[in-house]
């Protein structure tokens, strides 16, 4: 059965540092989201992502984040600079249509800032 | 907006015991409403869904009825096994949506013993 991959699974990282989150959505998939979940706290959505540019996106999704399609199979998170406040675990998600279809969702990356 | 609230976790229970967590929504019209299971290692996976009043869900033995009144989607099963232990989350997606956000509760841990 197809499924969303991300990598890495763990990633510690120092304060102000860049990290990129990678994600492999499920390949005849068109839709795909970043969600995140801060430790004990609701997962939340970040952003959605169809025909090679954002759809839509939270309050959370500040100039510190973007997404990319770089090539036909994988899809990024980068945080520019992170901050204590963006460790989380953050999920990508795919679907073949937004409003009828199933999200697939990723294991997960469990970012950790210091 | 929009918000979805579960019952306070955790919940433990003896294998055969019959399960309810608890799932209310706040949303505009008549939103999509989801019960996503995550295993321990493993992403979001959609357990069940409704998409219009009154239609029952069912997986595995798992159901929940969307109950526009009482604007609730409770998750049922009459006999847990240990291998439903996992981590629970309601989720809603907006009528009208174009590109599919979800919205979570906190997710409700679920521990059967043997």
Redesign the interface.
Known sequence: EPEVTQTPSHQVTQMGQEVILRCVPISNHLYFYWYRQILGQKVEFLVSFYNNEISEKSEIFDDQFSVERPDGSNFTLKIRSTKLEDSAMYFCASTSGPTQETQYFGPGTRLLVL | GDS?TQMEGPVTLSEEAFLTINCTYTATGYPSLFW?VQYP??????LL?A?KADDKGSNKGFEATYRKETTSFHLEKGSVQVSDSAVY?C?L?PSG???????????TILTVHP
């Open positions: 979805v996503y290692g493993e992403g979001l996976q959609l869904k998409t989350f989720a997606r949506t174009s590109y599919g956000k979800l919205t979570f509760g906190q997710g």
